[in-house]
T-cell receptor, first 116, second 116 residues
Framework: AQSVAQPEDQVNVAEGNPLTVKCTYSVSGNPYLFWYVQYPNRGLQFLLKYITGDNLVKGSYGFEAEFNKSQTSFHLKKPSALVSDSALYFCAVRAYSGGGADGLTFGKGTHLIIQP | GAVVSQHPSRVICKSGTSVKIECRSLDFQATTMFWYRQFPKQSLMLMATSNEGSKATYEQGVEKDKFLINHASLTLSTLTVTSAHPEDSSFYIC????????????FGPGTRLTVL
């Protein structure tokens, strides 16, 4: 079974400072990794994904994430936080099953609060 | 591109009634759609995988007779909550598998179900 851990319920960062939201995963085989953002009472917005290739993935709104296979981590980062980045962030994983279509397993989510 | 819609966005019903939620891929065809459930301040939990033209695959612990899924076309999947009870109140989110590599899920905006 696959799983995702987001160890922090909440991350507080001052505007303009760099931010990191942590994610570790467990999956059999090669992982597909995703980050999504959710605003109150809204669906999920896709930020970025890692499928293969470069370990550093750049996504929407200036976010990036680094895939670290040895540490089974996929932390989300941004060099300079904006107040508008305040939201709920989900890390998700799907195992590559050679063509099968599997649903995503989500972490519990991390509330990111950017303070002016 | 890759827009997924859900209807209704919000529904309130009496206990014992049935509620149908629609999920549509607006500008692409989706042979596979997924239904997730999100409780307040919790993560998304995969309920079932919906495949066009075949029976849905339910996750362990999800009652298939209570949550009826029909994937009648390549752009529409429906979730019917039968004989709804207050504990079924939740945020239901669908996603559709698409993209050029078919490894990305596009999420709908969600449906807030409240059972009185």
């Amino acid at each position: 079974a696959q799983s995702v851990a987001q160890p922090e319920d909440q991350v507080n960062v001052a505007e303009g400072n760099p931010l990191t939201v942590k994610c570790t995963y467990s999956v059999s085989g090669n992982p597909y990794l995703f980050w999504y953002v959710q605003y109150p009472n809204r669906g999920l917005q896709f930020l970025l994904k890692y499928i293969t290739g470069d370990n550093l993935v750049k996504g929407s709104y200036g976010f990036e994430a680094e895939f670290n296979k040895s540490q089974t981590s996929f932390h989300l980062k941004k060099p300079s936080a904006l107040v508008s980045d305040s939201a709920l962030y989900f890390c998700a994983v799907r195992a590559y099953s050679g063509g099968g279509a599997d649903g995503l397993t989500f972490g519990k989510g991390t509330h990111l609060i950017i303070q002016p | 591109g890759a827009v997924v819609s859900q209807h209704p966005s919000r529904v309130i019903c009496k206990s014992g009634t049935s509620v149908k939620i629609e999920c549509r891929s607006l500008d692409f065809q989706a042979t596979t759609m997924f239904w997730y459930r999100q409780f307040p301040k919790q993560s998304l939990m995969l309920m079932a995988t919906s495949n066009e033209g075949s029976k849905a695959t339910y996750e362990q612990g999800v009652e298939k007779d209570k949550f009826l899924i029909n994937h009648a076309s390549l752009t529409l999947s429906t979730l019917t909550v039968t004989s709804a009870h207050p504990e079924d109140s939740s945020f239901y989110i669908c996603s559709a598998l698409g993209g050029t590599t078919h490894n990305e899920q596009f999420f709908g905006p969600g449906t807030r179900l409240t059972v009185l």
